[in-house]
Structure formats: structure tokens, C-alpha cells
T-cell receptor, first 118, second 109 residues
């Protein structure tokens, strides 16, 4: 157990629907990062939050949004889902106020949410 | 933008063998990390190594920033080393990481 908890682990939904992915960072970590991994590809950075505020934005679609709550858990909302949104969605956390590069302490990743859009 | 190329794309070895994975990048970076994604999808940060050499058990990594490449060495491979190894680079610690396509490693018993 890495200490970063993502729920649900699997999600199957239809095109046009909206889903919410949840991430609880490792205890003491203030930064949360969201990544998308499409089939057999590397990770694409989506967005980072630090202590409740958006810190950096990557290749995140306008249909997607995220937030970090006062208890530091984060949610990624995906709406008007398309077949191409099927992917593994990872959350990672780090203790420092590092940018999406994670600083010299790197990240701790959750186990991911596998989203299948049918 | 910066390009990251990893080689080889696939590698199949017998248990006990040594391996070298390579990461080439097209521009200057001062953030480079190696990750391992196991067959169950879990991602683990192996090294933060923008330059120099680091070792952690059977794994070591070397980055030659001036020549724009990094190498990950795995010695005495075990079946648990199987998975995909990713290299990710950035311009500094506050910029998003650009990920390579990975090297898929299969260690046979």
C-alpha cells in the first residue's frame, strides 16, 4: 500500500455520462497530481493542486475538472465522456510544494482508476 | 517540445541476467525520473536523477545531462522486476514531466 488511495478501482460507464474519481493523498502530503495513461502509453499530466489551490495545469480537457478539498482529498470530474477517455487515471501526491515535476522527492502514486467508456 | 525516446521498447530476459535501459531526450533537462509500473499497474518512483549516478540495491541509474541520455541498470534480474520502466523528464522541478513510451521488461524464471 503506497498510502495514496484512489477510488473506485474500476469504472464502466456510457458515452455522454459524467463520473467522479477520488484520491486521498498520503498522510502529510499537500500536493496532489492527476495523470491520464491511455492504453500502452506513457502518462499525460492533467492538473496539480497544492493545499487546496490549483498549482499547475497540463493537457486537461475542458470537459474535465478537479478540486482539492480542505481535508486534502481530491476529485477529478470527467463529463460528456467519449470513447477516447477510456484510460487509467492516476493520482500521485508529494509532501513538498513542488510543481508537476515533483521536485527532488518524486511522487507516490495511487493504484489508479481504470475507466472504460462504452 | 522536448522528445523522450526509450530503448529497447521490449526486453525479455532470463532470471539472473543483467539489463540496461536507455532514455534519450532532445533538450536540456534538469529533472529526470525513472519509474517502474508493475504488471498490476502500480507506479513506483525509482530514481530522481537529473545528473550523476545513484544506486538502490540491484538498481542503479546514470544520467549524462550534457549528452542528453540516462541509463537504468538492473542486475541479477528477478521475476518481480517485470513490468514497464518509464523515463520522465522536465525543465525544472516545477514543470510538468514529459514521459517516454517505456521499456517493457519480461523476466522469465
Amino acid at each position: 500500500d503506497s498510502g495514496v488511495t484512489q477510488t473506485p478501482k474500476h469504472l464502466i460507464t456510457a458515452t455522454g455520462q459524467r463520473v467522479t474519481l477520488r484520491c486521498s493523498p498520503r498522510s502529510g502530503d499537500l500536493s496532489v497530481y492527476w495523470y491520464q495513461q491511455s492504453l500502452d502509453q506513457g502518462l499525460q499530466f492533467l492538473i496539480q493542486y497544492y493545499n487546496g489551490e490549483e498549482r499547475a495545469k497540463g493537457n486537461i480537457l475542458e470537459r474535465f475538472s478537479a478540486q482539492q478539498f480542505p481535508d486534502l482529498h481530491s476529485e477529478l470530474n470527467l463529463s460528456s465522456l467519449e470513447l477516447g477517455d477510456s484510460a487509467l487515471y492516476f493520482c500521485a501526491s508529494s509532501v513538498l510544494a513542488a510543481g508537476p515535476g515533483g521536485g527532488n522527492y518524486g511522487y507516490t502514486f495511487g493504484s489508479g482508476t481504470r475507466l472504460t467508456v462504452v | 517540445g522536448i522528445q523522450v525516446e526509450q530503448s529497447p521498447p521490449d526486453l525479455i530476459l532470463q532470471e539472473g541476467a543483467n539489463s540496461t535501459l536507455r532514455c534519450n531526450f532532445s533538450d536540456s533537462v534538469n529533472n529526470l525520473q525513472w519509474f517502474h509500473q508493475n504488471p498490476w499497474g502500480q507506479l513506483i518512483n525509482l530514481f530522481y536523477i537529473p545528473s550523476g549516478t545513484k544506486q538502490n540495491g540491484r538498481l542503479s541509474a546514470t544520467t549524462v545531462a550534457t549528452e542528453r541520455y540516462s541509463l537504468l541498470y538492473i542486475s541479477s534480474s528477478q521475476t518481480t522486476d517485470s513490468g514497464v520502466y518509464f523515463c520522465a523528464v522536465g525543465w525544472d522541478s516545477n514543470y510538468q514531466l514529459i514521459w517516454g513510451a517505456g521499456t517493457k521488461l519480461i523476466i522469465k524464471p
